[in-house]
């Protein structure tokens, strides 16, 4: 009965995901070594879970192992320099059958249709062809790339033709020239070009590793694009594998697209955890924000009500209606998460005697214990400061000691400010406590 629970609440928590991602663009890429990955099967059972869920969707694959392997075949070693192939004659050779092969072995995967499987039922279609123009790349510092390239030109219209048919476009990293060359490309500037000139909702970029801080912390959930080029930055060293996504990411979202993400590709379901969850599981990166912290607005109305009613329900807030709050909003600072208001308060303050009240102090169940509630109370601070505040005052049944920790000092009732008395309620028997600043 737990499981099933879990999964009644999973899929519930998900479905405002499904509605939003029904009928948005996704372009997501992958590197020839998660093609040859024992468990890229799974990854093609999410590929089709997405189409079915109505996401118009664009796949990038990489061929670099697939490459090496040919020419080592061969007894050539593969050339490199600043991590980019130099693709030769016998190079560019190689590059073809990798790319036809892998192509073909991916769309072979998608077809699948085997009764009592994930792709049961799929009857998907995908579409491949020569959508990416390409130039070469010439000689830098003196080295020849030979038959490296960089896209030039995505024909966009004919990729929406294929999505507007409700196909599966696939993209190899090769790109052609009008006078009939082939060029070897990146597949994660493909991948870039492809969401930018598509307009894409979401670039998703399939990796080798999670994204690490490499001055520790862990794995790094979200960034902005500033914080992602101060890093890069700060780390020149840092491995490819990541770099190289997190410099199209920078790209992308300079471009126009609102969410990039970077998913470790060997953590089983975690496309479907990044993309139908709040919290995801890879780092996001997004010009502005992920989660913001701001003053409130009519708009917030509704998120707070729903955030409050709970405590409000267990008696730990006084109960708000929509219209007080309204007639309140310029009070209230909010924190908001992917849409999702997951944190508010509000600062009633009285210029004239120098003195306001801390309210309605909430934070979501999903997202306590991670400071949210000192970052409410410091921004109360600042802005009480600006007011040129003396006192702030707090009426509370069930979270003193919580704001004792952070300096509050009991106090009672009939200390009060005549104003707020007047709105005592006896009944709840709040805590008073204050704290001068």
């Keep these: 009965m737990i499981l099933q629970n879990e999964f009644v609440h999973w899929f519930r928590a998900s479905s405002p995901y499904i509605h939003a991602h029904r009928n948005k663009t996704f372009v997501v890429c992958f590197g020839g070594e998660a093609v040859l990955a024992e468990d890229f099967d799974h990854h093609v059972h999410d590929f089709a879970l997405l189409n079915s869920l109505g996401i118009r969707l664009v ?8 490459i090496d392997q040919r020419l080592q075949l061969l007894g050539s070693e593969p050339r490199f320099h600043h991590n980019l192939r ?19 072995e991916i769309e072979a995967l998608l077809s699948l249709g085997l009764a009592n499987s994930p792709m049961a039922g799929a009857k998907m279609k995908v579409a491949s062809g020569n959508f990416v123009t390409a130039k070469p790349l010439g000689v830098i ?21 294929q999505l507007d048919q409700d196909n599966v476009v696939l993209i190899s990293p090769i790109g052609y020239s009008p006078s009939g060359e082939v060029f ?7 991948a870039t070009a492809v969401a930018i000139a598509l307009k894409a909702e979401k670039l998703v970029l399939l990796t080798e590793q999670d994204c690490f801080n490499p001055d520790g912390g862990g794995q790094i959930q979200q960034m902005t694009t500033a914080e992602v080029t101060a890093l890069l930055q700060q780390h020149p060293d840092m491995d490819n594998s990541i770099s190289q996504p997190l410099k199209a990411a920078i790209q992308s979202c300079e471009a126009g697209i609102s969410r990039v993400h970077l998913i470790n590709r060997a953590l089983d379901g975690a496309l479907l955890l990044e993309l139908f969850s709040r919290d995801g599981i ?16 009519l ?4 998120g707070i009500l729903e955030l409050i009613k709970p405590l409000e329900q267990q008696g730990k807030l006084a109960k708000r209606s929509r219209e007080k709050i309204e007639m309140e909003i310029a009070d209230y600072i909010v924190i908001e998460r992917d ?21 309605c102090l909430a934070v979501h169940g999903d997202y306590q214990r991670s400071a949210r509630g000192n970052r409410l109370l410091e921004f109360i601070y600042r802005k009480a400061k600006q ?21 509050f000092v009991p106090s009672s009732a009939e200390q009060l400010p005549d104003t707020i008395k007047a709105l005592y309620n006896p009944e709840r028997k709040s805590k008073v406590l204050y704290q001068n600043i």
Aim: charged share 15%.
């Design 184 to 190: 070897n490309l990146s597949a994660e500037q493909v």
């Design 387 to 407: 007011q040129n505040l003396k006192t702030l005052y707090v009426l509370s049944t069930q979270t003193m000691h919580w704001f004792i920790e952070r300096g």
């Design 299 to 302: 708009n917030d109305i509704g």
């Design 86 to 104: 130099i693709t030769d004659g016998q190079a560019l050779q190689c590059v073809k059958e990798a790319a036809g092969l892998v192509r073909v």
């Design 339 to 359: 849409g999702l208001i997951i944190g508010c308060t509000a600062l009633h303050a009285n210029l004239q005697r120098q003195f306001g009240v801390i309210a």
């Design 282 to 297: 890879g780092t996001l990166i997004s010009s502005a924000p992920y989660e913001e912290l701001r003053p409130a607005t």
């Design 59 to 66: 796949l990038v694959h990489g061929i670099r192992p697939q």
């Design 141 to 161: 510092d003196g080295v020849d790339y030979g038959y490296t390239g960089e896209v030039r030109r995505i024909d966009s219209v004919a990729i929406h033709q």
